[in-house]
């Protein structure tokens, strides 16, 4: 719920008018709640896709709603196209950045004896490798951060990681990878006020999960349950 709902439900709690953020992959899904959730709290807001149309589509929606948020082009799997974007999040920015969100991401619905080493490469790349190098570039900027103290950067893994899912042991690895890359980041980074942290959703039904099949949704289901009923 973003400021206008805050505001009528009794009041604003916080407001992050100031401050800057990137979320990756923010023309659909959970990356799209996250650009409005943040642009509606007063932030200025970058983000990507790959999909141009669906971005300036998004882009067009939110300039009509007041919230304030620029886009770009880009394969986040791709090294040179993560140094395009991060060099207009600089221009844009003026060189300071307070929220990193590491959203994008695919998966790949297969038998693990069936993932080819293209499979692979693409996964790792886009999933993982991106956080690494995106975590990089904008460590400089993060050190100027303005709001709350110290930047943030927020990394969106997966319950997949914390139980197993036939189907998805690639992308699993990945975003366990991530959550490992994220205590160390966290640890390393301290010491910058930059606090590092992951978020592992459950099943949510997004145009990337549309095609888990009746059986693996009902699994994840399950495992939802299961650790809530641990928790």
Known sequence: MHSEGMAAAGGERWSLVGATALVTG???GIGHAIVEELAGF???VHTCSRNAAELEESRRR??????????SVCDIGDRTDRDKLMAAVKENFDGKLDILVNNAGQTILK????????????????????????????????????VA????????SSIGTYMAVPGIALYS????????????????WARDKIRVNSIAPGYITTDMTKDVCIHQMGTLLIIQFSLFLIL
């Open 173 to 188: 690895t990945t975003k366990g990878g991530m959550n490992q890359l994220t205590r160390s980041l966290a640890a390393e």
């Open 26 to 28: 923010g023309s659909k």
């Open 62 to 71: 939110w300039a009509e709603k007041g919230l304030v948020v620029t886009v």
């Open 111 to 146: 038998p693990v004896m069936e993932n080819t080493a293209e499979d692979y490469s693409r996964l790792m790349a886009t999933n993982l490798e991106s956080c690494f190098h995106l975590g990089q570039l904008a460590h400089p900027m993060l050190l100027n951060a303005t």
């Open 149 to 156: 103290g110290g930047g943030s950067i927020v990394n969106i």
């Open 42 to 44: 007063g932030a200025r």
